[in-house]
């Protein structure tokens, strides 16, 4: 952060680039400049960023099994997660993937984040290592919902690290919260078509995207969204930081120092989802309505045969049963924003229950079948809530995939199980 002296200098320094840069230099320092003063300026006019009450834990190759399986758990019982990802920057070569934070939501505003050390996992022969590679088995399923500041595409880098495929990458549907925040403010503070050069105090506390500066194409910043939804400043500073070096303060020996860096950097990593989840919950307050990330009108049969992929296969032999949350859920969180170190989480602090409210495999089949004449358009179904009771006809687009999906693996396990006659046969 800027010293007073240092945000005038930067300030007097944007408005005097030096005649010799031109073309990415000169882009580049103006946008080191803007960025410093926007921290500054931020800082002084909103108040500091308060996470909602969540509990942090680090995936890595000293997470124990049975943290593993906690956090698998939660995971099966919740539909909702935000996720975001960090990436280090190397010289004259790609942005290296680092980390995926993943926050699992749970009901009363609770939440867990996972930091997935990525340079830090365990060996791929070891349990704990399918453990995580089945705790995204159940995480990149076509019945969750991710919400994403940004595209899926910033997920495909972490391919490498094994824990999930491409093709299960490209069968979920995430929902792209950077977007619909851009629709959502469009919706609240329509814009001005010019900015009024009149002095009226009305006008000067419009706070449309044109009256503070943001052209119509121009995607928002979790750092501007924070900011002027809901008046906090989220610190931005770290970005492209020393990522990969293990954050858990357990992994290596460190001094003070090194630990208070990690700190820091575990507070940036953390806050992304923190700040995803307040913001979707103002939205979501407003009976805004989501859209997929998808656009495109997926025909039924087609909606089959990409659903229907050996992932889901996979899925559904991990988690026999589908659970879902139900109003009697019971939850309890005895110490809250207390880190969970990975050496010292044996002791599960949260308890979670929930019961199972699925309906039976046949009725499933049936509702499901009575869908095939609609089509599945995307963009057009919003999101509801998850409710424990429905009618067939009001099913919103997430449960109608969930009914899908679950008479795909039925069909699978049919498939399978016929195969195993004709082996047993021959
Ligand atoms: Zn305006």
Not at 88 to 114: D, E, G, H, R
Not at 200 to 210: A, S
Not at 243 to 257: C, K, T
Not at 399 to 422: A, G, M
Request: proline share 4%; charged share 20%; with cysteine.
């Amino acid at each position: 952060m800027l010293s007073e002296e240092e945000y005038y200098t930067a300030l007097q320094k944007l408005h005097n680039i030096p005649s010799h840069l031109h073309g990415n230099n000169r882009q580049n320092y103006k946008q080191v400049l803007k960025k410093q003063i926007q921290e500054y300026e931020y800082n002084l006019k909103y108040g500091n960023f308060e996470p909602l009450p969540y509990i942090p834990y680090f995936v890595n190759n000293i997470t124990t099994e049975q943290t593993l399986h906690q956090l698998i758990q939660a995971s099966s019982s919740s539909s909702e997660f935000t996720l975001d990802t960090e990436s280090i920057n190397v010289y004259k070569k790609k942005n290296q993937p680092a980390l995926i934070q993943i926050q699992v939501l749970l009901p009363y505003n609770l939440s867990l984040v996972m930091i997935v050390e990525m340079c830090h996992l365990p060996h791929h022969h070891t349990t704990r290592f399918t453990l995580i590679k089945q705790l995204f088995d159940i995480i990149f399923a076509s019945n969750k919902t991710i919400y994403i500041w940004g595209s899926k595409d910033e997920l495909f880098p972490f391919i490498i690290f094994n824990l999930f495929s491409r093709e299960q990458l490209q069968s979920i549907t995430t929902i792209n919260l950077q977007h619909q925040f851009k629709l959502f403010w469009n919706q609240h503070h329509r814009r001005h078509h010019h900015i009024s050069t009149s002095s009226n105090i009305l006008e000067d506390r419009c706070i449309c995207e044109t009256c503070i500066g943001k052209k119509p194409s121009e995607p928002w910043s979790l750092q501007d969204s924070t900011a002027y939804l809901l008046d906090e400043y989220l610190p931005k500073i770290l970005t492209r930081a020393q990522f990969n070096i293990g954050l858990d303060p357990n992994l290596f020996n460190l001094d003070s120092e090194e630990k208070q860096y990690r700190q820091q950097l575990t507070k940036y990593a953390l806050n992304d989802c923190l700040s995803m989840q307040r913001i979707l919950i103002h939205m979501k307050n407003t009976k805004f309505e989501f859209s997929f990330e998808k656009i495109i009108k997926i025909p039924y049969d087609l909606m089959e045969s990409v659903s229907s992929s050996d992932d889901e296969i996979m899925f559904s032999q991990l988690t026999p049963s589908i659970k879902r949350l139900t109003n009697d859920q019971n939850l309890n969180i005895n110490k809250q924003e207390q880190f969970i170190s990975t050496s010292t989480s044996e002791n599960s602090n949260w308890k979670i229950t929930s019961t199972n409210n699925s309906r039976s495999a046949n009725q499933q089949h049936t509702q499901s079948t009575s869908e095939r004449e609609h089509q599945y358009t995307h963009e057009t179904q919003p999101v509801h809530e998850h409710k424990p009771e429905h009618k067939p006809q009001q099913l919103s687009m997430e449960e109608r995939k969930r009914i899908h999906n679950r008479s795909c693996t039925l069909k699978q396990r049919k498939r399978l199980y016929r195969q195993e006659i004709v082996c047993e046969n021959t």
